[in-house]
Every structure is written in C-alpha cells, then in structure tokens.
C-alpha cells in the first residue's frame, strides 16, 4: 500500500457509542493523497474492538485496529498508533466527538500549507467541566516552565504531527510513562497553533478522573525536566538559611538574658514544618527513582495483542512478535510498499 498523506490516530476506550460516527465523518473527508485510520483499543470494557473490527471489514478509507492487552492509558495508546501510521501527517483526536471530524481537514491543511512540524488547537470556548479546565490551565503554567513549550501555546490532544516529528517521538521513548506534548518539543519548536470548535460530549462522560489526570500530569512534570529536584535544593537551602538565622538568634538570646530561651511551641512547628518538607523531598526523589527503575526493568509502554485490518479475503489479522530492543513493544512489520521496505 503507497503511504498516504495523512494518518489519524484515535485511542479507543468506551467509545462504542460514538466511534462508528466518528469514522463514518472521517471517511467522508476527501483527502488530497489518501488517508487511513488508526483506532487503538486500549482494553476497553465495552464491545469498542468488534464495533472496531467491523468497521475496519467495511469499504472506505482503510481502518487498522490495535487491540492493547490491557489498559495502558491515553498517551500510551497514542503512542501505538504513532508507531503504526504511515501518512506524511498525522492527526490525534478523541473518540468522543468534542473535536468536529471536520475540523481534521481544516488542521492537516493548515500544516501542510505551513510546513509546520506540529500544529496545536486550541478552542475560544472548552465544553469541560470547569474543575477540568482550572485543571488544564494550571498544567499549562506547568509546561510554560518544565517544557520547551512556546509560551502562550494550549496543549491539546487534538493535534497535527509531520512524519519528521512522529518517527522520532516514537524512536527516542520507549519508557512505560511517555507524554507526547513534552517529546514533541524535545524534536521541534516549528509549532503552529489552530483555533477549532469544540462540542459537548456526545455519549457518557470524560475517562478522565482525577487519579489519571494526576497521573498525567506527573508524566509531564517528572518525566521533561529536573526542575522539580532543583526547586527541592533551592527549597533546602531556603529552610537551611531560615534554620542557621533562628539558631543564631537563640544563641544571642541566651547570652543576653538571664532566662532559658523561651518559644518550645514555634520550635515544635518548625520541627513539624521542617519534617514535611524532608518528606516531600524524599518522595519526589523517589519518584524519579521508581520511574528509572521500572524503566530500566522494562515495564511495556504498551503491548499490542492484535492487529487488525481490511486486506483481499476480508478482514486479517496479525499477532505482533515483541521486539527485543523495546521496552515491551511490539515487533513493527513494514507494510508493503512502504520507504522501509
């Protein structure tokens, strides 16, 4: 099959109400040079992967399904997809419908036309619930300072990537906690952004709770920079400052005064104070060091079981040997007739 010019990656979980519209839109898209389609079924629990294989057996524009053999989380599945796509550019979106499938013509011609590396939307008005988007405004303040995140710029999961940017995000991370926006600008700062519409959910409600948005958000602030271990020094030497004052304080009252130096309750909140702060540290250190150690232990960023698609005797299905070199990923096939056959 000849490379098309636009692959989209959709992670599937609980979308068995919403991902059969949301490929019939897409295969109503006319795409200058061809587009296939990439769903990622990331162990869901609802029947998402036959309605997925079933729309991969239909006519249209080819539909490739990973089947994952648990549920590895949104950048993870998206991180499947990426290793799988083929086209010149490749677009993540959900399967939720928020983000208009026609919205998807409008951003691969915009980084086309731009000969941007990636291109970023972002919505005049977010249709979250307001405890979503305080959240997404504060990882945003996160990332203007952790990542090389051109200042100003939303993250967004629906996003445009050129092959440039996808062969190498997936080439230099095979961790088990990727985050794609941070690997991004790690590759590129040729970023455009796009402003697109954004709906009310059409089925059920967000994936996300606040445990995985945490998650997620510890990906971003641990995994792209050592800022968080260079506050923890500053933060210690901050205290340390503070202590060597209060102490040469103490002395001089001890020597002035006839009287034992008073104040037992402000020592107590300062051993108190003091002690959080040690803790706080050490667990951030170690979370650093939990992270290198499952990485160096080869926890999977993510196992595909299955893979199925369209071919001449209907729907095939191919059973990914696990590459040795991965942490955990699957052995990757070129497909016929692709540059790496």
Excluded at 172 to 189: A, K, M, R, S
Aim: charged share 20%; hydrophobic share 45%.
């Amino acid at each position: 099959m000849q490379a098309p010019a636009l692959s989209v990656v959709v992670p599937v979980y609980n979308g068995a109400a919403t991902v059969g519209e949301l490929v019939g839109a897409l295969r109503g898209l006319e795409i200058a040079g061809g587009m296939e389609i990439v769903l990622v079924v990331d162990c869901s629990p609802d029947d998402s992967l036959e309605i997925c294989k079933r729309l991969a057996a239909e006519p249209g524009a080819p539909v490739t399904v990973l089947s994952l053999s648990r549920n590895f989380g949104e950048h993870n599945a998206v991180m499947a997809g990426l290793a799988r796509a083929r086209g010149a550019y490749a677009i993540t979106m959900d399967d939720d419908l928020q983000n208009p499938p026609s919205e998807v013509m409008r951003l691969f011609e915009h980084a086309r036309d731009g000969n941007y590396d990636a291109v970023y939307t972002y919505y005049a008005e977010k249709q979250h619930a307001a405890w979503r988007n305080l959240g997404s405004r504060f990882t945003n303040w996160c990332a203007d300072r952790l990542i090389d995140k051109p200042p100003g710029l939303y993250l967004s999961s629906f996003r445009c990537l050129s092959a440039f940017v996808r062969e190498r995000i997936v080439a230099i991370y095979e961790g088990p906690y990727p985050y794609v926006d941070g690997l991004v600008f790690q590759v590129t700062q040729n970023v455009g952004r796009l402003q697109v519409d954004h709906l009310p959910r059409a089925e059920g409600r967000s994936n996300y709770t606040l445990r995985r948005l945490v998650r997620l958000w510890l990906s971003m602030f641990l995994n792209f920079s050592v800022m968080p271990l260079r506050l923890a020094t500053l933060l210690g030497l901050g205290f340390g400052a503070l202590g060597a004052l209060a102490a040469a304080i103490v002395v001089v009252e001890a020597i002035v005064s006839d009287k034992p130096p008073q104040g037992w309750a402000s020592l107590m909140v300062a051993v108190l104070v003091l002690a959080g702060v040690q803790l706080v540290v050490v667990g951030l250190i170690g979370e650093y060091l939990g992270r290198m150690f499952l990485a160096v232990n080869r926890k999977p960023q993510y196992l595909v079981r299955e893979v199925f698609r369209r071919g001449t005797a209907g729907l095939e299905i191919e059973r990914p040997q696990v590459d040795s070199r991965a942490a955990g990923q699957p052995h990757r096939e070129p497909f016929p007739g692709s540059p790496e056959r």
